[in-house]
């Protein structure tokens, strides 16, 4: 059995909530669908489940969502779902939130049961001649949110998570322009900073994301006359993090944009206003027009400074040892093209260098990133592997060492998540008691 508390700091606007989830799991493919179940109840003693809601989700979609369990009551309760799509690799989520109470509940959760539906009907057993499989679309659906522009009068469907010191902090929709006339239409979003240092983020999902594709995500906010915009800056939270933007004067809308990539592969992919006011008595925030757009236009073209070490500088390589031990270093002795190399000494007790570079990229941009190396036959028998790792986007390629003697590529096609992309490389020995040295050379980024 677990129990839930829900933190009532972000009252009395909450939207607080949790999520409980489980990832990689291995669903029934038998059978057309599968089944999940649980059990609820509240505590004894905190058991006001005032306008909690109950969402339940796997990766093909929401079967449960927005779930009154205000009558939650301290004798437990069974929920089951059928008819849910199995996939090889499954995750499962139930979230509860939306709390209104001003002593948040203690809601406990019990007997979770994911899997097997044996009232389902078996996956039908045909026989089909091989066909071509077509190639699939491009993706057309529009990212959305609800309520983005905070014309429903309710705060329910956003999350509010107030990080004040004080934990004092406000959040509301206000339709009657109380604190400053609205972007657009009649609604607005209020952050209220009572007290000094304000800090707090509204958070909601995202929905009709397309998979490495790469949008503008919009958000408009306005610091209320007779109060000093300087203190304040607000941010857009996606996949990565927009650049803190300030209002250059009280009483006018400014806009926080940036360039994000699509990646729903994640469960929940949320959009996060982050608010940050410092070194004022009270401050309030307005917050509207949230939308997403098609990505600026990007020219840029990735370099990585010196991949071919000719510089001789180390400093800009920032090389990470594994034991602590390990030496790189930039030599004159065995360049495939200019005349230096940069060469990696592992002692027998250690066993890898990382490198990281970062280079500037388009967002959603698709490139390939090179590195060649060269092992000496004096060490063949030692097992030593390339890796490159592509942030944000995840994508990975390892390769073992088997030729010597000669300068061997390693590619890694990825696509860039941020303006400012980011590779880790490196390589890695089992040295057996022995010592290795390996050369590494022309690094770089192309376009694809």
């Known amino acids: 059995m677990a129990g839930i508390f829900v933190d009532s700091s972000q009252l009395p606007y909450p939207g607080s909530g949790i999520v409980v989830y489980q990832y990689d799991i291995n669903d029934d493919m038998k059978r057309t669908t599968v089944k999940a179940s649980f059990w609820l109840s509240a505590d004894s003693k905190l058991h006001n489940v005032t306008s909690c809601l109950l969402s339940v989700g796997t990766n093909t979609g929401y079967y449960v969502t927005d779930l009154d369990i205000s009558n939650l009551a301290t004798k437990w309760t069974q929920y089951e779902i059928k008819g849910i799509v199995p996939t090889g690799d499954d995750a499962f989520q139930i979230s509860i939130y939306g709390c209104s109470s001003l002593t948040q509940p203690l809601i406990y959760l019990d007997d979770v049961y994911f899997g097997v539906d044996r009232s389902a009907p ?74 000094n240092g304000g800090s707090a983020s509204l958070l909601q999902q995202i929905f009709g994301l397309c998979n490495e594709q790469a949008y503008t ?29 300030k209002a250059t004067a009280a009483g006018v809308w400014t806009k926080v944009q940036f360039a994000f990539l699509g990646l729903p592969n994640f469960l929940s992919p949320y ?3 982050d ?34 070490f000719e510089s001789g500088n180390l400093t800009i390589w920032d090389a990470i040892p594994t034991e602590g031990d390990e030496t790189f270093t930039i030599t004159n002795a065995n360049p495939r093209t200019g005349k230096k190399s940069g060469v990696l000494a592992y ?12 280079f500037n990229a388009c967002v ?26 592509a942030w944000y986007t995840g994508e990975t390629v390892t390769s073992d060492i088997s030729a010597y003697n000669q300068w061997v590529e390693l590619n890694l096609d990825f696509v860039s998540g941020a303006a400012i992309g980011h590779v880790d490389f490196g390589i890695s020995c089992l040295n057996q008691l022995q010592k290795v040295v390996i050369y590494i050379d022309d690094v770089s980024v192309t376009t694809r």
């Not at 958000?219 to 993090?241: K, M, N, Q």
């Not at 002692?347 to 970062?358: A, M, Q, T, V």
């Open 271 to 273: 959009i996060t206003i």
């Open 217 to 245: 995500a919009t958000a408009w906010f306005y610091i209320s006359s007779g109060y000093d915009p300087s203190l304040c800056t607000v941010s857009l939270i996606i996949s990565t993090v927009s650049s803190p933007v």
């Open 347 to 358: 002692p027998s007790i250690s066993n890898g260098i990382l490198f990281g570079r970062d």
């Open 122 to 195: 078996p996956v039908p057993t045909t026989t089909t001649q091989p066909t071509t499989t077509p190639t699939a679309g491009p993706c057309t659906s529009t990212p959305f949110l609800v309520d983005p522009s905070f014309e429903l009068g309710h705060s329910s469907n956003w999350l509010f998570f107030d990080q004040s010191p004080n934990y004092d902090s406000v959040f509301l929709e206000d339709e009657s322009s109380t604190y400053g006339p609205p972007h657009s239409g009649s609604g607005v979003g209020v952050l209220d900073f009572p007290t």
């Open 364 to 389: 959603g941009g698709r490139y390939t990133f090179h590195m060649w190396y060269y092992m000496p036959k004096a060490y063949k028998g030692t097992s030593c592997t390339v890796l490159a790792t």
């Open 275 to 308: 608010v940050e006011c410092e070194n004022t008595s009270e401050m309030i925030v307005l917050i509207n027009d949230l939308s997403f757009g098609p990505p600026p236009a990007c020219s840029v073209i990735p370099t990585i400074s010196d991949g071919g």
